[in-house]
């Protein structure tokens, strides 16, 4: 049912575009209005390879809604092909030609032996928001593209994450991913970002296991793999920041993959060593920053509500004020990741509210007692809410407008040290 | 056209004043076409994805200080609200007043598109008038909303009684037109029919449409000068000052494209002229254009004082500029309102204009004329190969590949970077008063000097990256997808 939905902090399925756009030379076909690109992108990191205004668009117009834009999806499909220099085509679908009933999968089949694969897949807007539109797009290449493969390559591991464009460190977070699990030993392979694109997507049959690293983003496709392509899948429910949970994963993955124990803990060992060498060397200006009170809130999507409070909790020892979860996360899925708000260090639980009405969000912080300046992590709309409390802020959630991130990242030992520097550089300049 | 305040609903430009959005020939060309009624736009059968006119309506209104947006559709219609509240917060904060408007979403499901959601909205409504007390309500629709025919009217009918501020249903659905500019003219309608009132007294005002108020210090010295007073619209305009523009002695625009439809509904309904001049970029652009307005507003004594004295400042150095400038060769990719402005300023630099794409074009301006910025060019013997493409990349790609300009000049985010890795250096013509009087073409002339002076980093990136389109494409004319010149 529509609801209020105030200061918006996800967009819509066909969102999936910016999912499209981060697999190399894969490029989104719109058969849609001819302003949703331009809405639904961002402007920072979007000049790549293809970018919004590349992306081939029916442009539908009132007479097509009424006749219905078929012919018009054939003829951009087909010229697709001969402007735009791409490896993998895949049609999204707006919300006009689903409610008017564009067979969609007719025209697209109408391509089945064309030289370049074309896929397509169902994003109306009211579909869901873009963490959906995500999941649709990796099932349309399951359902559409993939056939399971007898042949398994020993080590191989398909990694997902969160979804790229709306995570703001989606590249850099995913090459570290991918440097973790060849510590391990293991071959990663992943879809998104620089040089990865149909090549490895040809090769996720081929792997021995999915690693899904994400509250709740993906979990169906990894079900739907699994069923299909008879990939097993470890879910890894919470994005590893710092050295408490990056040992944990490199652990829990290490077991699920069958790597010898004492290898794990030595490659933790030496990693460990590293990050306290630095966190001893800053130690005291954690203990002695004069400005900055013990208790946080985050306000994000699952994967960051929960990856930065266990994070702040379980290495830096602050306590956890309520955390908001706003991707709207399905509800299946919110007792789980409840529990694990509630499984923190000493005992701590973090209390957690899954909203998407940012007014009440607003209420919440600034009727709560931080005992001190609170320290918010959150969208841009939590900038001046933190300003009137005097508190610390940082723009780690979509919408952003207060940092730029080219590949700076927040997962792992250096993720986490990377996350330290950007907090105490806010903390730093006050000094009381 | 007259315009019709009684009804919600705005004509689209194609509709009203015949805009198209395809064409391909010359300046000289679509003139004559237009004046004798011959000009047809052709569609493409392929066409890259460009900008929806929702966000040019909703961009103008929640600019207004202090209103609220409601955007009755699915999240990523109203997504456009996260870049509203940006803009609204450091746009008033240079100014050092506060911006409390909101522009929230409904977050519409599958659900919703199949029963419909009027209740809904209500509720959504009333809810954001008791959380923010905005001074105005706009309701509008959505694609998906349009289509189900959900009746946002009788929504904002019903509530209308209960409610003390003004408030009003917006439709601008994007499939509606091809042309966003339409939705600068849906936001017109939607002040004028609802926050604008009768005038009681006249007042020494000049309404200045614009965009994000940049020059705003520089115009209120001047126009002191004058002893005028601009109120400029509608970023950080209030309501209560809309809903005096009636009162005004004269309405300006920085871009005929954003003002002309609230210029002729001004001067339609409550007699306030509309000045109608080529725009004050360039040099004859502002002189001609002050001269309007002194003749408006019965200034012209003060007016040609100050023309004299600005003259004596900039021109000489504007000449000595020129000097530099005078052969170079340039693309210009923008909106109607401003192609053929600009093309005018880069006649007056010397530097020439080897094609001009606009991204719509008006045949007729709502009174019925050509537009003067057109007009003026062919009076002064200035012409050039001519294109209206709404934002279609790839054509603007394959005319620089084909021509290899020294310069491309255009005005829409995410257009610029293609010229650059096409190697070919570009000026992001973005603030509306980049070319603004004497002071502006200065200004532009120098950057353009300084854009081309050292081209090592479009030279460094066009080096190593590939651009996406394939050969084939650049073998072809520009026009190949274009259907009805084809035939």
Known sequence: MAK?????????????????????????????????????????????????????????????????????????????????????????????????GDDTEEVVTEFADSEKPVLFASTAGFKGNNY???????????????????????????????????????LGNIRELEKLLKELGLTPNTIFGYQRGIHNINKIPKAEFNLLVSPWVSVGNMKKMEKKLGIPYLHYPTLPIGAFETSKFLREVGR?????????????????????????????????????????SVVADAQYALGITKFLVNDLGLVPAKQFVVDDTPKQFREQIRKEFENLNYGLKAEVSFETDGYKIHNEIKEHDYHGYPLILGSYYEKELTDE???????????????????????????????????????????? | VAINLDSSNVGTRENRIGSITGYIGSLSDLANQSECGTLKGCSRCFSQ???????????????????????????????????????DKVMAKKRSITNNTVYVGTDMNEEDTIFGSSDSLGKIIKEVNKRYKPKAIFVTSSCATGIIGEDIDSVVDDIKVELDVPIVAVHCEGFKSRIWATGFDISDHAVLSSIVKPPKIKRNTVNFKNFYESARPEIIEMFKNFDLEPIFLYCNSTVEELEHISESLATTCICGT???????????????????????????????????????????????????????????????????????????????????EVSRVLDELGIEVAWALAWHYDKKYEN???????????????????????????EVMNILNKYQPDLYLSRHPGSTVWAIKNGTPAVYVADEYMIFGYKHTLEFAQSILDSIRNRSFEKNLAKRVKLPYTNWWYEQNVDNFLEEVKG
């Open chain 2, 368 to 394: 019925g004329d050509v537009p003067p910025a057109m007009e003026y060019l062919l009076e002064h013997d200035v012409d050039f190969e001519a294109s209206v493409a709404d934002q279609q990349n790839y």
């Open chain 1, 132 to 170: 959906i539109g995500h999941e649709l797009v990796i099932d349309a290449i399951t359902d559409q593209y993939l056939e399971k493969s007898e042949n398994r390559e020993k080590g191989l591991v398909n990694i997902w994450a969160d979804v790229p464009y709306q995570d703001l460190f989606w």
């Open chain 2, 49 to 87: 994805s460009s900008t929806c006119l929702s966000q040019c309506a909703l961009g103008q209104l929640s600019a207004i200080r202090d209103v609220a947006v409601i955007h009755h559709g699915p999240s990523g219609c109203s997504v456009a609200s996260a870049g509203a509240y940006y803009l």
């Open chain 1, 256 to 296: 699920f993959a069958g790597i010898e124990e004492n290898k794990v803990e030595a490659i933790i060992n030496e990693q460990e060593k590293y990050y306290y060498y630095l966190i001893e060397r800053y130690a005291d200006m954690f203990l002695e920053t004069r400005v900055m009170a013990k208790q946080f």
């Open chain 1, 4 to 100: 209020l939905l105030d200061k918006q902090r996800y967009k819509c399925a066909m969102g999936a575009m910016q999912t499209v756009q981060a697999i190399d030379r894969a490029i989104p076909v719109l058969h849609s209005g001819p302003g949703c690109a331009q809405k639904l992108s961002n402007s920072i990191g979007s000049s790549g390879y293809f970018s919004p205004n590349i992306f081939p668009c029916t442009s539908i117009n009132e007479k097509d809604v009424v006749f219905g834009g078929m012919k018009k999806l054939h003829s951009t499909i087909e010229n697709s092909f001969k402007v735009i220099d791409a490896d993998l085509y895949i049609v999204l679908t707006g919300c006009i030609p689903e409610i008017v």
């Open chain 2, 258 to 340: 954003l003002g002309n439809y609230l210029g002729n509904g001004l001067e339609e309904k409550y007699g306030v002229p509309y000045i109608r001049t080529i725009n004050p970029l360039g040099i004859a652009g502002f002189e001609t254009w002050l001269r309007e307005i002194g003749k408006v507003t019965d200034t012209t004594e003060a007016i040609e004082k100050y023309i004299v004295e600005q003259r004596a400042i900039y021109l000489p150095q504007i000449d000595e500029i020129k000097k530099e400038l005078k052969g170079l060769k340039a693309v210009l990719g923008m909106g109607p309102g401003y192609t053929f």
């Open chain 1, 389 to 432: 409390m005097f508190g610390h802020y940082l723009n780690i959630s979509w919408p952003v407008q207060d940092k730029v991130v080219l590949d700076d990242f927040y997962v792992g030992y250096t993720g986490g040290i990377r996350l330290i520097e950007d907090i105490y550089s806010v903390a730093v300049q006050r000094w009381n």
